[in-house]
């Protein structure tokens, strides 16, 4: 591969694995702007919720991921990957212009469908074009730009704070325009040319309920656990975290906001230097079983120690820390790596809908197991990365160096 080749390649990268950076920052800013809701338009823990429930953090992203994904294997991931940003665009107009309650829910629900079917587009076309030797490094890069997305999203929300919804509506302002720039940008793109070949073969085009048996279904349960119970963790721990912050540690608005930034800055890092560095070189297993570990020490300080801030900060640290080469890395990764070509976009569609829906379902008693004690919901949340803990460390797979032509040929169905 050429030097060029490899600077075209890291750029496809990039602008694929912005679809990160978009659905973090929609989460957060959402997240950054719920108690500033509540206060402006009087909103019940109920709706609160319901807020959570459908937006980009939930039902929406994954109703989107899992009709974006099926459309991605029959049309190929550009078409998708490109025109969805002008359907986010839509929605998160209504986010800035929001006027009634009604718009913030309508407006997280079109901007969570188009964050959806983005992801598996972008996530195959990243493992599709990565070098079989660094396919995690490629993959490391838009876990990265996940978390720069909330740390920019977080940092204006920081030196907005004084402007109250005025803020939060320039915030959701940056996105629109990052996605207009985005749809351009995306234009140039090429197809991948993996899938251009797999549309060419009869025999490369497996018909989707071959994902519900065999190994292909082992492997969509395996991804659906362990990234499932760790999502329910992450999403109602970063969409109500800041919320959590005022309404039980007493914290401000700004010094919410700033834990948070933090937080973020810390599993940036973690990506770089740990999952990037080392998952296309040693036992993916182990680095994925640390990762567990660590997160749960890091959950478990909320169950047993009065939330203040130092108490939070060393929270923040460690989740994020073990975050950075943990169960959303390596479920981005695996995800693609498990399915064949023509099936990778649906599965990995599919496996996400599962994660965002059920995370929409828990999503909605969040407020009222807050309202009964947030000891109960610490403990909760803990449970959840133990589990997700297990299922990873049992089910891992051993994928480094190989190229998804042997991966594929491996867990072909044998009849």
């Given at each position: 591969m050429?030097?060029?080749?490899?600077?075209?390649?890291?750029?496809d990268?990039?602008?694929?694995?912005?679809?990160?950076?978009?659905?973090?920052?929609?989460?957060?800013?959402?997240s950054?702007?719920?108690?500033?809701?509540?206060?402006?338009?009087?909103l019940?823990?109920?709706?609160?919720?319901?807020?959570?429930?459908?937006?980009?953090?939930?039902?929406?992203?994954?109703?989107?991921?899992?009709?974006?994904?099926?459309?991605?294997?029959?049309?190929g991931?550009?078409?998708i990957?490109?025109?969805d940003?002008?359907?986010?665009?839509?929605?998160?107009?209504?986010?800035?212009?929001a006027?009634?309650?009604?718009?913030i829910?309508?407006?997280?629900?079109?901007?969570?469908?188009?964050v959806?079917?983005d992801?598996?587009?972008?996530?195959?076309?990243?493992?599709e074009?990565?070098?079989?030797?660094?396919?995690?490094?490629?993959?490391?890069?838009?876990?990265?730009?996940?978390y720069?997305?909330?740390?920019v999203?977080?940092?204006?929300?920081?030196?907005?704070?004084?402007l109250?919804?005025?803020?939060?509506r320039?915030?959701?302002g940056?996105?629109?325009?990052i996605?207009?720039?985005?749809t351009?940008?995306r234009?140039?793109?090429?197809?991948s040319?993996?899938?251009?070949?797999?549309?060419?073969?009869?025999?490369?085009r497996?018909?989707?309920?071959?994902?519900?048996?065999?190994?292909?279904?082992?492997?969509?349960?395996?991804?659906?656990?362990m990234?499932?119970?760790?999502?329910?963790?992450?999403?109602?721990?970063g969409?109500?975290?800041?919320?959590?912050?005022?309404?039980v540690?007493?914290?401000?608005?700004?010094?919410?906001?700033a834990?948070?930034?933090?937080?973020?800055g810390?599993?940036?890092?973690?990506?770089?230097?740990?999952?990037?560095?080392?998952?296309?070189?040693?036992?993916?297993?182990?680095?994925?079983?640390?990762?567990?570990?660590?997160?749960?020490?890091?959950?478990a300080?909320?169950?047993?120690?009065?939330?203040?801030?130092?108490?939070?900060?060393?929270?923040?640290?460690?989740?994020?820390?073990?975050?950075?080469?943990?169960?959303?890395?390596?479920?981005?990764?695996?995800?693609a790596?498990?399915?064949?070509?023509?099936?990778?976009?649906?599965?990995?569609?599919?496996?996400?809908?599962?994660?965002?829906?059920?995370?929409?379902?828990?999503?909605?008693?969040?407020?009222?197991?807050?309202?009964?004690?947030f000891?109960?919901?610490?403990?909760?949340?803990?449970?959840?990365?133990?589990?997700?803990?297990?299922?990873?460390?049992?089910?891992?797979?051993?994928?480094?160096?190989?190229?998804?032509e042997?991966l594929?040929?491996?867990r072909?169905?044998?009849?």
């Amino acid at each position: 591969m050429s030097g060029e080749d490899k600077t075209d390649n890291w750029r496809d990268t990039i602008l694929a694995g912005l679809a990160n950076y978009i659905d973090a920052g929609s989460i957060v800013a959402g997240s950054a702007a719920l108690a500033l809701w509540q206060e402006s338009y009087h909103l019940s823990n109920d709706f609160v919720g319901l807020i959570a429930a459908f937006g980009p953090n939930a039902i929406g992203a994954g109703v989107g991921a899992m009709i974006g994904g099926w459309l991605c294997d029959r049309l190929g991931r550009k078409k998708i990957y490109q025109w969805d940003m002008l359907i986010y665009a839509a929605g998160m107009s209504l986010l800035v212009f929001a006027a009634a309650p009604w718009m913030i829910v309508t407006g997280f629900l079109i901007v969570g469908l188009a964050v959806g079917a983005d992801i598996p587009a972008s996530w195959s076309l990243i493992a599709e074009q990565a070098p079989d030797a660094s396919r995690g490094k490629h993959s490391g890069v838009a876990q990265a730009l996940w978390y720069l997305g909330p740390v920019v999203v977080l940092l204006m929300s920081l030196a907005l704070t004084s402007l109250g919804v005025l803020g939060a509506r320039i915030v959701f302002g940056h996105l629109v325009v990052i996605a207009l720039g985005l749809t351009l940008l995306r234009s140039r793109m090429k197809e991948s040319e993996r899938w251009v070949e797999a549309q060419k073969s009869a025999a490369a085009r497996p018909p989707i309920s071959s994902l519900f048996r065999g190994r292909y279904l082992g492997s969509i349960l395996g991804l659906a656990g362990m990234y499932g119970f760790w999502n329910l963790w992450a999403g109602t721990n970063g969409f109500f975290f800041p919320y959590i912050l005022r309404t039980v540690g007493a914290a401000t608005q700004a010094q919410s906001v700033a834990i948070q930034a933090v937080s973020f800055g810390v599993a940036m890092l973690s990506v770089y230097f740990m999952f990037m560095k080392l998952s296309d070189k040693v036992d993916q297993r182990v680095l994925f079983a640390v990762s567990a570990v660590v997160q749960v020490v890091g959950m478990a300080l909320l169950a047993v120690l009065p939330l203040t801030i130092p108490v939070a900060l060393l929270h923040v640290f460690l989740l994020q820390f073990g975050a950075g080469f943990g169960a959303q890395s390596f479920f981005q990764l695996w995800s693609a790596e498990q399915f064949p070509t023509a099936l990778r976009a649906t599965a990995q569609g599919l496996c996400f809908a599962i994660v965002r829906i059920s995370l929409g379902g828990f999503s909605l008693f969040v407020p009222m197991l807050n309202a009964t004690g947030f000891t109960k919901l610490a403990w909760i949340l803990t449970g959840f990365l133990v589990i997700s803990g297990v299922i990873g460390m049992l089910w891992a797979p051993r994928n480094e160096g190989k190229s998804l032509e042997q991966l594929e040929a491996e867990r072909a169905p044998t009849s």
